[in-house]
T-cell receptor
Framework: AQTVTQSQPEMSVQEAETVTLSCTYDTSESDYYLFWYKQPPSRQMILVIRQEAYKQQNATENRFSVNFQKAAKSFSLKISDSQLGDAAMYFCAYTGGSQGNLIFGKGTKLSVKP | GAVVSQHPSWVICKSGTSVKIECRSLDFQATTMFWYRQFPKQSLMLMATSNEGSKATYEQGVEKDKFLINHASLTLSTLTVTSAHPEDSSFYIC???????????FGQGTRLTVV
């Protein structure tokens, strides 16, 4: 069975600094997708970034980038120039090519200090 | 991006009554929708996969007779919590994908409180 592990329950970063959230996963599939979702206090799930496993290039979305290490099954999220609005729960998620449903990690609560 | 609307956003009901939660894809057709449950300060756990025109597939440990799922059209899936009890109080979230890619679009979620 596939699993997603986030080992950092909480993280804190100073405004304008950079922070990295860790995620590891386990799967025997070769075709899959990885995601980072943000859940603010409103609890609306917001897609931050997506990575296709077959792509070697790390995904980037403005201040957000990932370090995807397929062999190590690692998928970390880097947030640059952190802003107060980045404070939220961040979930790492996995989906296999044929399943559709998402498997989530336990989440990391990110605090941003002014 | 695609829009998924979930209603109601919050509901309070008495123990023993049933509550229906709707999940609609507003600008696309969703043959498959997913229902998740999230307890306070915890992650999202898949409850069931809702397939248009067929029976839902439930995850292990989820009572199908308690959590009734109906996916009667390509744009609507409903979750009915039957004979609700306080332990059913939770945050329920649906999601759907367009079938064109792998991005899931989430509803706003429903906070259910059973008193």
């Amino acid at each position: 069975a596939q699993t997603v592990t986030q080992s950092q329950p909480e993280m804190s970063v100073q405004e304008a600094e950079t922070v990295t959230l860790s995620c590891t996963y386990d799967t025997s599939e070769s075709d899959y997708y990885l995601f980072w979702y943000k859940q603010p206090p409103s609890r609306q799930m917001i897609l931050v970034i997506r990575q296709e496993a077959y792509k070697q290039q790390n995904a980037t979305e403005n201040r957000f980038s990932v370090n995807f290490q397929k062999a190590a099954k690692s998928f970390s999220l880097k947030i640059s120039d952190s802003q107060l609005g980045d404070a939220a729960m961040y979930f790492c998620a996995y989906t296999g090519g044929s399943q559709g449903n998402l498997i989530f990690g336990k989440g990391t609560k990110l605090s941003v200090k002014p | 991006g695609a829009v998924v609307s979930q209603h109601p956003s919050w509901v309070i009901c008495k123990s023993g009554t049933s509550v229906k939660i709707e999940c609609r894809s507003l600008d696309f057709q969703a043959t498959t929708m997913f229902w998740y449950r999230q307890f306070p300060k915890q992650s999202l756990m898949l409850m069931a996969t809702s397939n248009e025109g067929s029976k839902a597939t439930y995850e292990q440990g989820v009572e199908k007779d308690k959590f009734l799922i109906n996916h009667a059209s390509l744009t609507l899936s409903t979750l009915t919590v039957t004979s609700a009890h306080p332990e059913d109080s939770s945050f329920y979230i649906c999601s759907a994908d367009t079938g064109l890619g792998t991005e899931a679009f989430f509803g706003q979620g429903t906070r259910l409180t059973v008193v």
